[in-house]
């Protein structure tokens, strides 16, 4: 099948080649400039994060629109496309990426010491958890068996958000 005008092949692929071509560049600069290295790669984690939080704070709400719709309809069909799409498009590759470059900065920056990186730690695992979660329950809404209703994705939306904010404390106040 020919891509629209305008359009240009699987936007996975493409979001893929986007990382495969920052990564290249990435590491020509860091053989010019190798002390470079750790802030690089702090702002591509930071970059990461907000894609990955971008996409967990959308993605419950789709559910919750998608919960209200009949199973089968076009809406249903319309959002089901949009899930799957945004999960393995953006969601899927910015965690990793957050995962690569947080665990390289917490061994190069600070030799994974520090309670408050434990913490952060811990609650970035959970955050991954609801990760799976949503995962499974994009499975679930393209298989017409979502079994929650509007609400229980509404609480679930605000869980990410509860997430980001404490991690984002303990990085910046550094409390213990």
């Known amino acids: 099948m020919k891509a629209p005008a305008g359009k240009s092949g699987n936007p996975l692929m493409r979001a893929v080649g ?4 920052l990564a290249a560049l990435a590491a020509l600069f860091f053989l010019i400039e190798p002390g470079a290295a ?6 591509l984690h930071v970059i990461a994060v907000i894609s990955w939080m971008a996409g967990m ?5 789709l559910f919750v629109y998608h919960a209200e719709a009949e199973p089968g309809s076009e809406k ?14 953006i969601i899927n590759p910015a965690m990793i990426v957050t995962w690569a470059a947080g665990l390289w900065l ?5 030799a994974f010491l520090g309670g408050w990186l434990h913490t952060k ?3 970035v695992l959970i955050l991954s958890g ?10 679930l809404f393209a298989e017409d068996r979502n079994q929650k209703p509007a609400r229980h994705w509404r609480i679930v939306n605000e869980v990410p958000t509860l997430l980001m904010i404490a991690i984002v404390i303990l990085v910046i106040v550094k409390p213990f």
Do not use: Q
């Open 18 to 21: 986007a990382l495969a071509v």
């Open 38 to 43: 750790y802030n690089w790669i702090k702002a």
């Open 57 to 61: 704070l959308y993605l419950p709400r």
């Open 76 to 89: 249903s069909e319309t959002f089901k496309v949009m899930e799957r799409r945004l999960l393995r498009a």
């Open 106 to 110: 917490a061994w190069h920056g600070f």
């Open 121 to 123: 730690l811990v609650l």
């Open 130 to 139: 609801v990760h799976g979660y949503l995962s499974a329950s994009v499975r």
